[in-house]
């Protein structure tokens, strides 16, 4: 890793406009991701992990949208292009692109050579009436004509020139990925360790195991030499003993392409292994990040105590998350509160948590930060909200004498009798089945 930052994302917001009204799927997020380092994003299901991975690249559908923040991007190259082009400071920050304001076209060239990605499923990411080989040829293809192609921000990087370029666009593609790009994508089911690779690449997805075809959708997501592969439960779906294969090898290519990753995971023992940073995720924000060792040594925020708390065992498949007694929150705009969103799951919420917490420095490390006021303040008794305080939708119930949250924006804290110590610092997990 090499401390120069890759990507700087501010203020990220992503919207879905549905029937029931608008989901605020990522909200406000702030994260920088260096270059050759792993980052990882763990949190609950639904919390906007895959959201945030699929805004980066570009790909929210319908309805969704990003409708906020910016995505800058170290891109020298075409940060240079853009202002020979009379590009503002809009778009271009030094090195860094706005890719939001890149045109659409542009964005897309980005996706395979500068961005890549893995999913969960790999029988998605392939056509059951290709092979193998003849698909991760089409992809080095694609690739190749990007970079051929003199109209995009990838061409000052071709190793294909024009003729190259004029060739394949009167060519009908299956003819032109006969050659380089096959032996490439040969070389590339190599290099993710597929045995007998030449014959391999002759058969379909169907032929193949599911750690093998995830063998093959790395070999694929390589194609295009991507400066960042964005890796969404890479292996969920895969047993604890291919799943430790296909982490090995995410790591031994990632030390020799310097390649950088972020990494979309339920699974703290995988966070564990891979990660340089961490990001803990909870209805669309980052509530904590840090390095491994800020989050997992010293967590502040109560959510991450929780989700530590709930694994038994940080290796193999133990690491994998369980429920945090309580609900996750509806994500709908209308119905998401103004106070911290952890506060009706969270033991120690107290009267400042009525209202949205900011991000807080925490102090003895550089890049620890949270979204919690414990941060700043020492939990107290006195302060804390009493007991029965939300009901379980998580509004604010009648308590007696206290005020609605909707009423104050702040709560007037608890009388003494009332039983706020927890038992523990962490939220306990319920003991349920590992998703
Ligand atoms: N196409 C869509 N339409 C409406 N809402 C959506 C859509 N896709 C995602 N969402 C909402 O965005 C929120 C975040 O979803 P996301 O898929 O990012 O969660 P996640 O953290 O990746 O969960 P998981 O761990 O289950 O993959 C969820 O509340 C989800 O309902
Ligand atoms: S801000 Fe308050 S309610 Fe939210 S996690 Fe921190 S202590 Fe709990
Ligand atoms: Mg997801």
């Not at 919207?15 to 920088?32: I, Y």
């Not at 949208?65 to 590009?87: C, H, K, Q, V, Y």
Request: charge should be negative.
């Amino acid at each position: 890793m090499s401390d120069e930052e890759l990507l700087r994302i501010e203020g990220l917001c992503t919207r879905f406009f549905t029937e029931n009204g608008q989901v605020n799927a990522v909200e406000n997020l702030d994260l920088t991701i260096d270059e050759g380092e792993v980052m990882g994003i763990v949190g609950e299901s639904g919390s906007g992990k895959s959201v945030t991975a699929l805004s980066l690249i570009d790909l929210v559908e319908s309805p969704g949208r990003i409708t906020d923040g910016r995505i800058w991007f170290r891109a020298p190259d075409i940060a240079d292009e853009l202002i020979e082009s009379g590009a503002d400071d809009e778009v271009t920050d030094g090195d860094f692109v706005d890719l939001r304001k890149l045109s659409e076209e542009q964005r897309r060239s980005l996706r395979g050579s500068r961005f890549s990605t893995i999913f969960q499923d790999p029988m998605s990411s392939f056509n059951p009436s290709i092979t193998v080989g003849e698909q991760i040829a089409e992809a080095v293809e694609v690739q190749r004509r990007a970079r051929a192609n003199p109209r995009s921000l990838d061409a000052k990087a071709q190793r294909y020139g024009l003729g190259d370029y004029v060739l394949s666009t009167v060519l009908p593609s299956k003819k032109y990925v006969t050659g380089a790009s096959r032996d490439r994508a040969v070389e590339l089911l190599e290099l993710v360790g597929i045995p007998d690779p030449v014959e391999r690449a002759d058969e379909y997805p169907h032929e193949y195991s599911g750690g093998m075809l995830q063998r093959a959708m790395i070999a694929q997501a390589l194609a295009g030499e991507p400066e960042v592969l964005v890796a969404d439960e890479p292996t969920t779906a895969l047993d604890v003993t291919i799943q430790a294969q296909i982490l090995d090898l995410l790591s031994k290519l990632q030390a020799e392409t310097g390649m950088t990753i972020l990494l979309i995971t339920h699974n703290l023992g995988v966070i564990a292994r891979m990660c340089d940073r961490v990001g803990v995720m909870y209805a669309g924000e980052i509530v904590e990040r840090g390095t491994l060792e800020d989050v997992f040594d010293h967590p502040v925020h109560p959510y991450t105590r929780g989700l530590l708390g709930s694994v038994p065992d940080l290796e193999g498949a133990g690491g994998r998350l369980q429920p945090i007694p309580g609900n996750v929150p509806s994500l709908l705009d209308h119905e998401m509160p103004d106070r911290c969103y952890f506060a009706d799951r969270c033991p120690k919420a107290m009267d400042e948590c009525l209202e949205h917490p900011p991000a807080f420095d925490v102090e003895g490390s550089e890049y620890h930060t949270t979204k919690c006021y414990l941060a700043t303040t020492e939990y107290t008794e006195e302060k804390a909200l009493p007991d029965g305080y939300f009901d379980e939708a998580g509004r604010a119930a009648d308590v007696g004498e206290e005020p609605s949250e909707t009423e104050t924006g702040i709560g007037t804290g608890t009388d003494s009798e009332t039983e706020t110590e927890t038992e523990a610092d962490s939220v306990q997990s319920d003991g349920g089945e590992p998703r």
